[in-house]
């Protein structure tokens, strides 16, 4: 029966299987992005669970194999979180063929790249089983695959690591071991390997100096003959295993020269690229397994983009087969596509001017190259902006570039390879460093011909990364980066004020980093100390005396009379002594080696935080800034509002004086027209008034005379009747007099209710202006809320 602690330890181990399976099984390798803080803490914490007998190790195998596909996230493996020597723990001849198989293939993949700088406590044991497994019979299948992956491990692990060869050399019998290896090279086993394996064995003995022409020659033989046998079976490990050794032997200042001579590359490289073009055909149609393909695919674009770099002339006859290959292959990878053309379009730099036979092909795909990459800008950014920089060196596409790329496009390429970058630690900072510098040198070459492009260097910058990074190019320790940054900075376009902000910003950006100084230790004391620990006294008396003794006949010239087992019982003392401080000092390293493995989890995951809490800053001092900006924009918005409305208020002011006063001559005028028109009535009555007194005293004549004058009443009432028609015509003037002073009485209370109303607008206008104060002051208060949230926050991390 199991206890409850093994039942719980059961049940906790099948639950991280199953999460890390869960993990494992992932289609997006974004996840494994080292530069984020939660992805740190996940890879040290499935290191501490590998490190522990009982965890899930073959899960964490599964998670690593998938993990390892991902560049950035392989770079990490290798050098930060120091997983070989767990798998190392790992690999014995117990297990199963299929577990070592899938062992070693992501020990190939996470020892690539890998720096060993002491003699790890691990590398015997390792090398002791992978040396087993190559020079044992390649009868079946699978033990071939064992060996030649063993062999591929054990490369990765001696290239450039002299820890490792020496290990390697105390393990085997060199001169036996490197014979088989001849033996495996002449019958196509792993021919790559082979040789970079006799050049890290040649180069520990002899010095590398001391490799000849016909060796590098073989090796470049080897190497082509294995380049095109591996794009044929696609061997994604040999393709990569091609394109490192010949990328070192290009790189080797000794070796170069060597190089150059070799007579069949051309030859060699014309039966490759017709395999080439068949993988790329298949890269595209292949979905049993797209990552192999894919992978072989990248690796034969950079060995192809290492040959160019040679800048030998007969290559130049290639020129127009690789051009019609990155055409078809961008459409798969896009980044090692363009890093392929722009080395081709450099190579005719100092002529000015591309072949014709060139340009026809160019101008047709030319357009599609230059659309920036939509999909994970990222990742072939910095391609697309070397391809942009080489076709700007030659007038014939410079035209064709600053019409098919604007400069906002340019910029916001640029601007997403450094966020992309932020994320993969220290290959990212290279990388943005690389944009950065290739990206100003683009803008700088096209300044002269538009304006536009002159106010996107300015932009450009003015961008606090781009400085930032700028700096760091300027004080890295890559000297041709340093000139890359030296000239731009000295080119006649760069703004002069820009000058002192680069050259300042490595005082405040830059951290510098400092070697750890070791302190020497007495050898012979602490020999002495160990060995008086481990000793017993009779021992040490025996010892003693011995020595004494030996000492005396060494003086007297007696030295023969002292019994032989007397000094091999010493020598077995002494033996004893070495193998006890040899056990516990590669316990110690082991122990110590793990401390530092650790601590470097920590520090990675302080520096993925770091990085977070220093994006948020600048994502935090942009907003603060758009903030400021906004609220200037406000305050520009209420003085323009605030001089508006005195403007409005002085206009209706005159205006509503304007209407008091014509109010005011309306009112006199009317006061006159009244005043005439009463005056006119008054008049009118008196004349009514006399009349009707004449004509009462001429009736009492004409009563009088009645009977005397009896024919003149038909004359005496025409008159009546035609003075009646003058009074009701003056009775419709006065009507009419009455009707227009009602109407002007209407035509003053319209314009009252005018005035009126405007008085309304301004009262409007007033609340109005009150509310954007108001949003105005909130939008202070939360201004200083947040100055007072970042000053805690920045005494906190102080503290």
Request: glycine residues 4%; hydrophobic residues 35%; proline residues 3%.
């Amino acid at each position: 029966m199991l206890s409850y602690k093994n039942k719980y330890f059961l049940t906790k181990t099948l639950l991280h299987t199953m999460d890390i399976k869960l993990i494992a099984s992932s289609c997006d390798l974004s996840i494994f992005s080292p530069g984020r803080s939660e992805v740190c803490a996940f890879f040290s914490s499935l290191w501490r669970v590998m490190c522990d007998c009982r965890g899930p190790h073959w899960a964490g195998v599964a998670v690593l194999a998938r993990a390892a596909i991902e560049p950035n996230a392989r770079y990490a493996l290798t050098h930060t979180y120091k997983f070989m020597p767990i798998l190392a723990r790992l690999l014995s001849s117990a297990i199963s063929n299929e577990k070592k198989i899938k062992l070693l293939s992501v020990m190939q993949d996470i020892s690539y790249g890998i720096k060993i700088s002491w003699q790890e406590s691990y590398l015997s044991e390792l090398m002791k089983q992978l040396t087993d497994w190559i020079v044992q019979p390649m009868s079946e299948p699978q033990y071939r695959t064992i060996g030649h992956k063993s062999l591929t491990v054990l490369v990765n692990l001696c290239y450039g690591n002299l820890p490792a060869i020496y290990a390697l050399m105390r393990t085997v019998d060199t001169k036996e071991f490197v014979v088989h290896l001849i033996n495996l090279k002449d019958s196509g086993y792993g021919g790559v390997a082979m040789c970079r394996l006799l050049v890290c064995l040649s180069g520990a003995t002899r010095g590398s100096a001391s490799t000849r022409q016909t060796d590098v020659h073989d090796y470049l033989s080897c190497t082509m003959i294995t380049f095109r046998k591996a794009i044929v079976e696609r061997d994604a490990t040999q393709l990569l295993h091609a394109y490192t050794f010949i990328n070192d032997l290009c790189a080797d200042n000794n070796l170069q020269n060597y190089v150059l001579t070799y007579p069949n590359f051309t030859s060699s490289l014309g039966e490759s690229l017709k395999d080439t073009d068949n993988l790329c055909i298949a890269a595209a149609d292949d979905r049993s397994e797209p990552e192999n393909t894919l992978s072989c695919l990248q690796s034969t674009l950079k060995f192809l983009t290492v040959l160019v770099n040679l800048d030998s002339y007969s290559l130049r006859c290639h020129h127009y087969q690789l051009i019609c290959l990155c055409m078809k292959a961008s459409r798969i990878c896009l980044p090692e596509s363009l890093e392929l053309f722009a080395a081709i379009v450099s190579q005719y730099r100092d002529e000015g001017r591309l072949p014709q036979e060139l340009i026809s092909v160019i101008s047709n795909g030319l357009p599609g190259l230059l659309v920036p990459p939509a999909l994970e800008p990222g990742k072939a950014g910095l391609q697309w902006l070397q391809v942009l920089g080489a076709l700007c060196e030659s007038s014939e596409t410079q035209e064709c570039v600053m019409k098919e790329v604007s400069p906002d496009s340019f910029e916001d390429t640029l601007y997403s390879v450094l966020q992309y970058t932020s994320q993969n630690g220290p290959p990212g900072a290279d990388v943005a460093q690389q944009a950065v510098i290739v990206g100003c040198r683009t803008v700088l070459t096209l300044t002269p011909l538009s304006r536009e492009w002159e106010a996107a260097l300015n932009r450009l910058l003015a961008h606090h990364q781009v400085r930032k990074l700028l700096c760091a190019g300027l004080i890295s320790n890559n000297g041709a980066r340093r000139k890359q940054v030296l000239q731009l900075v000295k080119h006649h376009y760069f703004p002069s004020d820009q000058m002192n902000q680069v050259f300042g910003e490595s005082l405040h950006n830059v951290s510098d980093i400092s070697a750890e100084n070791i302190s020497p230790r007495n050898e012979t004391d602490s020999e002495v100390s160990w060995a008086a620990q481990r000793l017993t006294p009779a021992q040490e008396h025996a010892i003693d005396a011995l020595i004494t003794k030996l000492n005396d006949a060494l003086h007297s010239d007696k030295i023969s009379d002292i019994a032989t087992s007397s000094v091999m019982e010493l020598y077995g003392y002494k033996m004893t002594c070495l193998e006890q401080r040899l056990h516990s000092h590669s316990v110690a390293l082991q122990g110590a080696t793990d401390h530092m493995a650790s601590l470097q989890h920590a520090l990675a995951l302080l520096q993925a935080t770091n990085s977070s809490q220093q994006d948020v800053l600048y994502t935090t001092q942009m907003q603060n800034e758009k903030h400021k900006k906004t609220i200037d924009e406000l305050h520009k918005q209420l003085e323009d509002a605030e001089i508006t409305l005195r403007s409005f208020r002085l206009k209706l002011a005159a205006e509503k004086l304007d209407k008091e006063n014509q109010k005011e001559c309306l009112r006199k005028e009317f006061k006159i027209e009244i005043n005439n028109m009463e005056t006119e009535l008054k008049r009118r009555e008196k004349e009514a008034e006399e009349r009707l007194k004449q004509t009462e005293v001429e009736y009492k004549n004409l009563q009088k005379k009645l009977e005397l004058q009896t024919n003149k009443n038909n004359e005496l009432a025409g008159v009546l009747i035609k003075f009646e028609e003058r009074v009701k015509q003056r009775d419709k003037k006065l009507e009419e007099a009455a009707a227009s002073d009602s109407a002007l009485r209407r035509e003053l209370e319209q314009k009252d209710n005018m005035i009126k109303q405007l008085e309304k607008t301004v009262v409007e206008r007033e609340n109005r202006l009150y509310q954007v104060t108001t949003q105005l002051e909130e939008m202070k208060r939360v201004q200083e809320m947040v100055a007072k949230l970042m000053t805690k926050s920045a005494s906190t991390t102080a503290s």
